[in-house]
């Protein structure tokens, strides 16, 4: 299981940390991502970490402002939302998959937290 928390609003320019808590063991063999989606639109791919930690992907949109981490000593994710705008505004999601690989499609995921919630007010 996962859980996601840490959304909230806040006004464009500001910082958000989201945290995903994650029940599956070894935490460390999984990768993991972050994907959001806005009204109306579908799921897209934010940020992807391996196992170890060592290996990150992101997608364009947020590269340079938000940084995906982990702690595996406490079975946590995070992502650091730094400079926030507008169009940041969505449902954020975790999810965990047995990958060599951080593909950033929804369809390799298998596990699944529920989303949080993060609002940008310009």
């Known amino acids: 299981q996962l859980q996601a928390f840490g959304g909230g609003s806040g006004q464009a ?37 391996s196992g170890p930690g060592r290996s990150t992907n992101y997608d364009v949109s947020v590269r340079g402002r938000f940084t995906i981490s982990r702690d595996n000593a406490k ?10 705008a507008s169009w940041d505004t969505a449902v954020y999601f975790c999810a965990a998959a047995h990958l060599p690989l951080l593909i950033p499609l929804a369809s390799e995921y298998k596990y699944w ?8 007010s310009s």
């Open 13 to 49: 320019g500001e910082s958000l940390r989201l945290s995903c808590e994650a029940s599956a063991r070894p935490f460390d063999t999984y990768a993991m991502a972050w994907f959001r989606q806005a009204p109306g639109k579908e799921r897209k791919f934010v940020a992807a970490i």
């Open 75 to 84: 079975n946590t994710l995070y992502l650091d939302l730094n400079t926030l």
């Open 113 to 120: 937290g529920r989303g949080t919630q993060v609002t940008v």
